[in-house]
């Protein structure tokens, strides 16, 4: 069945690239509701954004939805993570400036925050996207695919110069609580260099050594240095779950990301959808559902973060 929120929770944080303050509220709604964004400093026209993925904006640092009247919400990957990862499938998150907080950098604050509220269950069954046949898509060396499976699966592989990162591999089933459990703390990572280029291009204004892992040939420059030795590639699955949610939905497929990044996911959905025969929407039995995310989430196994 589908699920909410049993009660609103807030984050209060700093936007990674404009650096300012923003107060983020989670709210429940209702069955069939979906994953709304709201911008409530938006005083004239249409406030409401969507979490679908023809909204989503083809930029390279971060996932950015724009509506029709051009209002826009950036930086969304960890908290639909996180919803996606606790199985909530119906919310309005109010926010007062146009970034998702990026608090440390990765889902787990969020994640902490929707099960210390909890969820509740509703009178509807759960609509997910089956994958019926493999789609692909490549760009410059890049690839991602989505694949019939009986769950949601995902895999992924990073290949960096950088010692710190280097080539890095992981596949995982979603199911049984495990995107809480093993990539939820995973934070997003980028090197020395690419950081000072952005702020050039007055972008990560409010990155700091405490949002991201940064790294620098073979050094952490991060103090308390990483929470998994692969953190960098679970983040990417992270992303990937999060991108993932943009289908409206949860997907049943297994996702295959090699260097993959948002742009390339979200042209991967783009692709499923307009592939004649390549996924349907089904509304899931509880056999289905079981295997979802959310499902078999436990409270005393998701990481706790200092
Ligand atoms: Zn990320």
Redesign the pocket.
């Known amino acids: 069945m589908q699920h909410t929120l049993k009660t609103s929770v807030t984050f209060q944080g700093i936007g990674l690239h404009g650096g300012k303050p923003v107060r983020m509220t989670l709210r429940p709604a209702a069955a069939g509701h979906g994953i709304w964004f709201k911008r409530t400093d938006i005083e004239i026209g249409d406030a409401m954004i969507p979490a679908i993925y023809d909204l989503v904006d083809r930029t390279p640092l ?1 996932t950015r939805l724009v509506n029709a009247a051009g209002v826009s919400v950036s ?1 969304v ?2 908290i639909m993570a996180a919803l996606a990862g606790c199985g909530v499938h119906n919310a309005l998150i109010e926010l007062d400036g146009p970034e998702v907080p990026i608090m440390d ?1 990765s889902s787990v604050e969020f994640v902490r925050g929707i099960m210390a509220r909890g969820v509740r269950q509703q009178a509807a069954p759960v609509l997910a996207y089956e994958v019926l046949k493999a789609v692909t898509v490549e760009k410059d060396g890049a690839r991602a695919t989505l694949m019939p499976s009986d769950g949601l699966e995902i895999e992924f592989t990073i290949d960096f110069e950088d010692a710190a990162i280097g080539r890095q591999t992981r596949r995982m089933n979603m199911r049984n609580g495990s995107f809480a459990r093993e990539l939820s703390d995973s934070r ?1 990572f980028c090197r020395r260099s690419d950081v000072e280029a952005m702020r050039a291009n007055g972008l990560a204004l409010g990155g700091t050594l405490e949002n991201a892992v940064v790294v620098d040939g073979d050094e952490i420059l991060t103090p308390g240095g990483l929470r998994h030795t692969d953190e960098a590639v679970r ?2 699955m ?2 990937a779950l ?1 991108d993932l949610y943009m289908a409206g939905g949860p997907i049943l497929g297994c996702y295959v990301g090699d260097k993959a990044g ?1 742009a390339l996911t979200n042209a991967l959905l783009r692709t499923l959808f307009e592939t004649p025969g390549a996924v349907r929407p089904v509304l899931c039995t509880p056999e289905q559902a079981a295997r979802l995310p959310g499902q078999g989430l436990i409270w005393s196994e998701i990481p706790q973060v200092a």
């Open positions: 971060c930086t990957e960890h950098g997003t983040h990417k992270l992303d999060g948002h």
